[in-house]
Nanobody, 121 residues
Framework: QVQLVESGGHLVQPGGSLRLSCAAS????????MGWYRQAPGNQRELVAD???????NYRDSVKGRFTISRDNAKNTVYLQMNSLKPEDTAVYYC???????????????WGQGTQVTVSS
């Protein structure tokens, strides 16, 4: 079993910055995928950015150039640096991790509890 602990969500003014963190712990052999998703009231959960084990990254168009995803493999932690925040970035942000517990093991998907990001003046 893997536990995810998220932090960093806050109220920030438009144009401000925040850094989200998500630390994975538990029985982990390898983490294949780490990503950040968000869900605003009345909307479906959507992918914000993700990073695979090889380091390749992917961003939704609306955050390109403003958000940066990174990971620290030694700490099993993924970060989301968010700059130039806009009111439309307001949402609950969820961490998503896909990991195995042993060599050649089954790949499981885990979700964090969510952290609120509010962009408002």
């Amino acid at each position: 079993q893997v536990q995810l602990v998220e932090s960093g969500g806050h109220l920030v003014q438009p144009g401000g910055s925040l850094r989200l963190s998500c630390a994975a712990s538990g029985t982990i052999f390898s983490i294949n995928y780490m990503g950040w998703y968000r869900q605003a009231p009345g909307n479906q959960r959507e992918l914000v950015a993700d990073i695979i084990s090889g380091g390749g990254t992917n961003y939704r168009d609306s955050v390109k150039g403003r958000f940066t995803i990174s990971r620290d493999n030694a700490k099993n932690t993924v970060y989301l640096q968010m700059n130039s925040l806009k009111p439309e970035d307001t949402a609950v942000y969820y961490c998503n991790v896909r990991a195995t517990a042993q060599a050649m093991g089954v790949l499981y998907t885990y979700w964090g509890q969510g952290t609120q990001v509010t962009v408002s003046s």
